[in-house]
């Protein structure tokens, strides 16, 4: 079974401080890997994808994929309160009948307080 | 990025009846994805809607009870059928155009 698993919740960060996620996957034939924000009553935005291991930025985020670690993270440098949000991590695998579909993982909840 | 829009945003259902939640996208897309989102959880993967073919539904979910109509490159429809309260979700229609994007979501409460 594909599983997506992020750490656990919540996470509170002081404005101006950088704030971590983190996510592991089970299914080693993900391709591609994305990060939504969802405010509470809304649906998901994405906000970073990563296919290639190493780091992508992208403003104050920063994705990182360690595909031999199975691993995904996301940085958020300078945290505001308004990034207060639950954060998914998803990933796809895109061979056969799977592309297009996501694996999400719990979502962690994060607070940035002033 | 493509544009979804979703309808209805927001219903409350009698238990047993059913409603049918529609999504158009401003582009042609190949692939649409229906998923479900339960209060307090992530979203699971019901089914893919494919343009010309039956839907393909993930384990767990039935075509009896969430049947989908693709009746075009833009549009696809999802039925809640014989609901009853443990239907109560949000329901997200997603569409693949290079990465995933969602529409504004259903937000389903069965009473």
């Known amino acids: 079974q594909k599983e997506v698993e992020q750490n656990s919740g919540p996470l509170s960060v002081p404005e101006g401080a950088i704030a971590s996620l983190n996510c592991t996957y089970s299914?080693?034939?993900?391709?591609?890997f994305f990060w939504y924000r969802q405010y509470s009553g809304k649906s998901p935005e994405l906000i970073m994808f990563?296919?290639?291991?190493g780091d992508k930025e992208d403003g104050r985020f920063t994705a990182q994929l360690n595909k031999a670690s199975q691993y995904v993270s996301l940085l958020i440098r300078d945290s505001q309160p308004s990034d207060s949000a639950t954060y998914l991590c998803?990933?796809?695998?895109?061979?056969?009948?799977?592309?297009?579909?996501?694996?999400f993982g719990q979502g962690t909840i994060l607070t940035v307080h002033p | 990025s493509a544009v979804i829009s979703q309808k209805p945003s927001r219903d409350i259902c009698q238990r047993g009846t059913s409603l049918t939640i529609q999504c158009q996208v401003d582009?042609?897309?190949?692939?649409m994805f229906w998923y479900r989102q339960q209060p307090g959880q992530s979203l699971t993967l019901i089914a893919t809607a494919n343009q010309g073919s039956e839907a393909t539904y993930e384990s767990g979910f039935v075509i009896d009870k969430f049947p989908i109509s693709r009746p075009n490159l833009t549009f696809s429809t999802l039925t809640v059928s014989n609901m009853s309260p443990e239907d109560s979700s949000i329901y997200l229609c997603s569409v693949q155009s290079g990465k995933a994007f969602f529409g504004q979501g259903t937000r389903l409460t069965v009473v």
């Open positions: 582009s042609q897309v190949t692939m």
């Open positions: 998803a990933a796809e695998n895109a061979g056969g009948t799977s592309y297009g579909k996501l694996t």
């Open positions: 299914d080693r034939g993900s391709q591609s």
């Open positions: 990563i296919y290639s291991n």
